[in-house]
Each structure stands twice: as C-alpha cells, then as structure tokens.
C-alpha cells in the first residue's frame, strides 16, 4: 500500500514519537510511507525509506494551504490511504481525502472533543483510532462514531537487551509545556519530603519544550534547598535509544508508562489529570486497555505524589520482583510490529470498503 501520514509538529512527544515509529515500522513490512509535517528533531529517528515531505509552519497551521499540499502529495504518489493525526491535520485530511475519493484514517491521541472537534472529521474520516479504550466509550459522540472505531494500542520497539537499573532512581520523562511543569513542580516537593529518608533518592528529568527555562530555574532552586545535585535535567532525549542505565521508577502513561515497563523499570501512572498507582500484574490489564492512565484518578498533587513514592519504596523488593513479568507482558502486546499489523487490517478494510 501506498501510505500518507499527516502529522503538524515533529518534535519530542508521545503523538510524534508514534507516528515516527509507526511509520518506521510500516516500511519494514514493505509499504510505501509518505510523511508530512515539520522538519524536526523526529526526522533523524526516520527510516531513510520513508518519504519525508517538510511543511512549512505557516502551511501546517492552517486548513485550505494544507488541504492543497495533501491534495497534490495523493495525486503525484497515486495514494492509497491518508492517515492523518491531530486536530487540523484530520480535518485537512478529510477535505482532501473528499477530493480525491481516497480514505482518510484518523489516530485520536488526545480527547475526541479536541481531536474530532469539527463535524467534518467525525462524518468524513472511514475509521477512526483509538489508543485508550476510556477515551472512545466515554465520548458525547460515541453512538455515532463507534461503528468505524477501533482501539490499537501504542506500540513499540521493543528493546534487544534490557538495561542496568539504577536503585532509587526516579526518571520523568515529558514535553516541558506549561501542563507537565506543573506536574514536574509536584514531583518536585514529593522529591524533597522523601529525600530524609531515602539518602541515594535522585530524579531525572528529561524533555524539552518552552518551559524549559522555567523547570531549569525550578530544579536549581530545589537542589539549592537540598543542598546537593538530586535532581537531574537531562533534555530532549529518544528513549528507545540504546540504555546502558535505566532508572528503577518511571512517572508517566502511556508510551512512556509502555516503554518503561519494556526496559524493565517499575511505573507509577500520573499525568496532568490523573493520579495513579504502581502498575502491578494484578492491576496490568485495567490499565493497559486505557492506555496505562488511571481513569478514575485526581489529579496529582505533592501529597498524593509523595504518598505513591513512599508506598513504592517501602514495598519495593515486592515491585521489582513483578518487573521480569512485566517486560515479557508488554513484549507480547505492545510491539511496534504488532501494532502496525493492526493498523494495517484497517487500512484494508476502508480500502476493500471503497472498491
């Protein structure tokens, strides 16, 4: 098949990340791979077979200029798919998959009210989706979408050798936008209560973003106030990259909570939303089916951070003996070749729908 992927931003994040991965792994089961979005930091990541287009910023933030350049990429490639992610990209897809009589598969990754906003999207799309479970069943559009929806699950590339872990160290890895500073800032003061009683405790952070000189300013008054180097800043990093070290404890959901588990590190689910809890055996299915994000959580607050660090800690060697099972789990359910299987079976069946 012949396979366009429409993505606005590709710089560090968990929407990037996957369309990065899932498009490297698409070329490796022999399809053609089209992609089309800004020239980031992802492209080094790509597989040289995938047929990277840059898109200027100016083109990508607004609908009618990116309607004609996916218009014109499906024509001059004779496309078979567009399978579009985020909220214009989608939109932009629809209207040009309507004039090219080519379907349009969309990945919701975020909320439908923000990704599947436009009517268009919703009514125009040939199917939809879903990486969580939770995020389809609880949408207000969910009778008139769900015929055409599908939950796959992120994959990814599941790493050759598993990593040393490094004890009593926490590792946080996001977008430094405005949402996870927050988040950052309550790990933080967690961080700083815990480090009394656990003198080897550290946290890294890795990520990039615009408030990066923020979190900068944040980690160095804390480690002033701690008078020793216990959090660490480590920037944009590709975390399927080749791991010597590994941290013994991940915060995050989805990808990250995925990809931490498959490197063999215990995880807590938190994010800007929603506090979760160590991801146990007992406890694996409930959160793998809603995309490691604890759907019936608070959001996050230093005490309940400090709470799920101190539990974690005093049950520890109980967690970590969990961690060999855990990796073999995600290794079956969550490989990146799995999931691209999947995302081809829906591929084929808008295309055998339309022929």
């Known amino acids: 098949m012949r396979i366009l992927h429409i993505v606005t931003r590709f710089d560090y994040g968990g929407t990037e990340n996957h369309v990065r991965e899932l498009c490297n792994a698409l ?29 200027s910023r100016w083109v990508s933030n607004l609908i009618i200029p990116q309607v004609a350049l996916i218009t014109y990429i499906v024509l001059r490639n004779k496309v078979d798919v567009i399978h579009a992610h985020q909220r214009l990209p989608i939109i932009s897809a629809c209207l040009a998959g309507f004039i090219c009589r080519v379907p349009v598969v969309a990945t919701v990754h975020g909320r439908v009210k923000h990704d599947l906003r436009s009517v268009i999207a919703r009514r125009l799309t040939s199917k939809i989706i879903f990486v969580s479970n939770q995020v389809l069943i609880v949408s207000r559009h969910y009778q008139s979408i769900r015929h055409k929806s599908v939950v796959i699950p992120n994959g990814i590339p599941i790493p050759e050798k598993l990593p040393t872990i490094e004890p009593f160290t926490i590792g946080y890895f996001s977008r430094i936008d405005t949402r996870h500073l927050e988040v950052i800032r309550c790990l933080v003061l967690a961080v700083e209560k815990l480090k009394a009683d656990y003198s080897s405790l550290k946290l890294v952070i890795f990520g990039d973003g615009k408030e990066f000189q923020h979190l900068k300013e944040l980690v160095s008054e804390a480690n002033t106030r701690l008078s020793d180097e216990v959090i660490l800043l480590r920037g944009y990093v590709n975390i399927q990259a080749t ?113």
Do not use: C
């Not at 490796?28 to 077979?49: C, G, M, P, W, Y």
């Open 27 to 55: 070329v490796s089961l022999n399809h053609n791979i089209f992609l089309a979005t800004q020239n980031s930091r992802q492209k080094k990541l790509l597989d040289e077979r995938v047929s990277f287009i840059g898109v």
């Open 243 to 355: 791991w010597n070290e590994f941290p013994e404890l991940i915060l995050g959901v989805g990808r990250v909570a995925i990809e931490a588990l498959a490197h063999g590190a215990s995880t807590i689910s938190i994010n800007y939303k929603r506090m979760g809890d160590t991801i146990t055996l007992d406890r694996y299915e409930e959160y793998a089916k809603n995309n490691f994000v604890n759907i019936t959580g608070d959001p996050p607050t230093p005490e309940m951070i400090y709470s799920q660090l101190k539990h974690y800690f005093e049950k520890r060697d109980d967690f970590r003996s969990q961690s060999k099972n855990l990796v073999r789990r995600v290794k079956n359910e969550f490989s990146i070749v799995s999931t691209a299987k999947m995302v081809v079976n829906a591929y084929s069946e808008v295309l055998n729908r339309n022929s």
